[in-house]
């Protein structure tokens, strides 16, 4: 587990790395704090017994008008009649935008999960992993606000603390 962990860690910081690197290629005048925009996302999903949200702050390069990426922190929680999970982690951000309105995303999310599951006669079952998530998502911007509906490819019913694969979301970046 730890030496999953590093490796995770160690491809975050790769990632980083070239994120950072392809700013060189523009202008020297362009200030690259500048394209830099703070924001993050807020979701929720429930079915008739079952409660999931999601709050994740997040920051983004503007490369241009149309596309961006960046890199955020998740947190979640997911309560049942008889499971709750807790869920951490980082995520890889992209966002592009075809017109000013409508905007696509993927993002890939690696979570540490730690949920209990009760069963009749009073015992817990409780698991510690990870998951991955790849989100591909649609929404409606307007200025900095996005509304839209994102969906799970990678959802594993098993391993999934979501309700489904699909999750509307509130995405707001500054």
Do not use: C, H
Not at 33 to 39: A, K, L, N, P
Not at 106 to 112: I, L, V, Y
Not at 137 to 154: E, H, N, P, Q
């Amino acid at each position: 587990m730890k030496v999953f962990l590093i490796q995770k860690i160690k491809f975050l910081i790769l990632v980083f790395l070239i994120f950072f690197s392809l700013q060189k290629g523009y202008s020297q005048d362009d200030n690259f704090w500048s394209r830099v925009r703070i924001g993050g996302n807020i979701g929720i999903g429930f079915t008739n017994d079952t409660f999931n949200g999601i709050i994740a702050p997040s920051a983004v390069y503007d490369f241009n008008n149309q596309f961006s990426m960046g890199f955020g922190l998740n947190f979640g929680y997911t309560d049942s009649r008889n499971f709750t999970a807790t869920n951490y982690g980082a995520s890889l951000i992209t966002l592009y935008n075809p017109f000013p309105s409508v905007q696509l995303s993927a993002e890939f999310e690696q979570m540490g999960v730690s949920s209990s599951f009760e069963i009749e006669g009073g015992r817990d079952i409780k698991d510690d992993y990870w998951y991955p998530a790849l989100f591909i998502g649609a929404g409606y911007r307007l200025g900095f606000v996005s509304v839209g509906l994102r969906y799970d490819v990678l959802y594993d019913d098993d391993k999934s603390i979501y309700a489904s694969p699909y999750a509307p979301f509130i995405r707001v970046f500054f």
